[in-house]
T-cell receptor, first 112, second 110 residues
Framework: NAGVMQNPRHLVRRRGQEARLRCSPM?????VYWYRQLPEEGLKFMVY????????ESGMPKERFSAEFPKEGPSILRIQQVVRGDSAAYFC??????????FGPGTRLTVT | AQRVTQPEKLLSVFKGAPVELKCNYSYSGSPELFWYVQYSRQRLQLLLRHISRESIKGFTADLNKGETSFHLKKPFAQEEDSAMYYCALYGGAAGNKLTFGGGTRVLVKP
């Protein structure tokens, strides 16, 4: 089992561009979570998804951010019209059940 | 609202000395607490959870509901323990998200 995969590991975008972050959960895991870590801060929950459903998006900014976990393929976190404040590390986690979450290596987004 | 507080950003200890990382939480329900560790250039990984009451790599943590704390302890720190440590609370409306503390960097000096 390769573990949770995230790509790209590093992403540079200019202000106003779109960023797409991908997460492939561990085999057999149907729960996916996205967290954001701003510089010098802890991880903050963004969204929880199961296949084709958003279960909890209470941590997602109201605008420009969206997430999906389609029936086939990875989960995608999409940020439209990025701004400098979006620069952060974005972590994906997956779980088989509601308890133990396994984390990916993260995607470091830099907005220039 | 649930919250996790780790008051120390940095703990520096000598090899062989005891180390204690503080974690306090606020949560109206029955808490499920975890410690995660991130070694240099590695992904975040689960260190231990309070419900299993186990000792991992010599670390233990006891849930104290009266003091709303879940401090992490190790009697004799090793250099390989140098890492970032995050305390996390499992909860939320659907019991599905982790709320993390700000993290404590542990540096074990030789």
């Amino acid at each position: 089992n390769a573990g949770v995969m995230q790509n790209p590991r590093h992403l540079v975008r200019r202000r106003g561009q779109e960023a797409r972050l991908r997460c492939s959960p561990m085999k057999g895991h149907s729960h996916v979570y996205w967290y954001r870590q701003l510089p010098e801060e802890g991880l903050k929950f963004m969204v929880y998804l199961q296949k084709e459903n958003i279960i909890d998006e209470s941590g997602m900014p109201k605008e420009r951010f969206s997430a999906e976990f389609p029936k086939e393929g990875p989960s995608i976190l999409r940020i439209q019209q990025v701004v400098r404040g979006d620069s952060a590390a974005y972590f994906c986690a997956s779980s088989r059940d509601r308890y133990e979450q396994y984390f990916g290596p993260g995607t470091r987004l830099t907005v220039t | 609202a649930q919250r996790v507080t780790q008051p120390e950003k940095l703990l520096s200890v000598f090899k062989g000395a005891p180390v204690e990382l503080k974690c306090n939480y606020s949560y109206s329900g029955s808490p499920e607490l975890f410690w995660y560790v991130q070694y240099s250039r590695q992904r975040l990984q689960l260190l231990l959870r309070h419900i299993s009451r186990e000792s991992i790599k010599g670390f233990t943590a006891d849930l104290n509901k009266g003091e709303t704390s879940f401090h992490l302890k190790k009697p004799f720190a090793q250099e390989e323990d140098s890492a970032m440590y995050y305390c996390a609370l499992y909860g939320g409306a659907a019991g599905n998200k982790l709320t993390f503390g700000g993290g404590t960097r542990v540096l074990v000096k030789p």
